[in-house]
């Protein structure tokens, strides 16, 4: 069974650009997450997918973040301008209904210049 | 506002030593607790998953426990070897199921 998969593993922007983060979670997990890891802090919750519906957007940071999963599959994470403090990485986690353990992805390492 | 707080920070020990890793967390009404390894440049990989009713999971060498009411949870990691070099994550999750994690602690076992 494939893990979860995020694209892609590094990118580098300068700020004002726009960056998209895409994940694939495990087949059948209709639970999805992103988390992110700045510098020098722990891993924070950014919002959770239940299929294709947000049901907790309460960690994102500000508008400049856009969240999309289309049909309960895949899911992106467009940040719109980037600026320098978004550097960092970002985690996408699974889950099935039924089940607690949350499978995460490798992350994508953004840097922001 | 849940915070979790790991110590120590960084840890270096001896190949085969047993070790104690500590978590704690300042609400007490967590759904349950993950611990997590990280290897550097690589995704988290779940250890151990605590319900909160339960207050011990096993696994291999690995034993974490939970003491809800004092908020606290313990990773012991059995004749440490250098494989188990790497950052190890305690993660909390509430009614929502979202994950408050600790900032981890640096394990590094020398041959």
């Known amino acids: 069974e494939a893990g979860v998969t995020q694209f892609p593993s590094h990118s580098v922007i300068e700020k004002g650009q726009t960056v998209t983060l895409r994940c694939d979670p495990i087949s059948g997990h209709d639970n999805l997450y992103w988390y992110r890891r700045v510098m020098g802090k722990e891993i924070k919750f950014l919002l959770h997918f239940v299929k294709e519906s947000k049901q907790d957007e309460s960690g994102m940071p500000n508008n400049r973040f856009l969240a999309e999963r289309t049909g309960g599959t895949y899911s992106t994470l467009k940040v719109q301008p980037a600026e320098l403090e978004d550097s960092g990485v970002y985690f996408c986690?699974?889950?099935?209904?039924?089940?607690?353990?949350?499978?995460f992805g490798p992350g994508t390492r953004l840097l922001v210049l | 506002k849940q915070e979790v707080t790991q110590i120590p920070a960084a840890l270096s020990v001896p190949e085969g030593e047993n070790l104690v890793l500590n978590c704690s967390f300042t609400d007490s009404a967590i759904y349950n607790l993950q611990w997590f390894r990280q290897d550097p440049g690589k995704g988290l990989t779940s250890l151990l998953l605590?319900?909160?009713?339960?207050r011990e999971q096993t696994s291999g060498r690995l034993n974490a426990s939970l003491d809800k009411s004092s908020g606290r949870s313990t990773l012991y990691i059995a004749a440490s070897q250098p494989g188990d070099s790497a950052t190890y994550l305690c993660a909390v999750s509430g009614s929502a199921r979202q994950l408050t994690f600790g900032s981890g602690t640096q394990l590094t076992v020398l041959p």
């Open positions: 605590i319900q909160s009713s339960q």
């Open positions: 986690a699974s889950k099935p209904g039924d089940r607690e353990t949350q499978y």
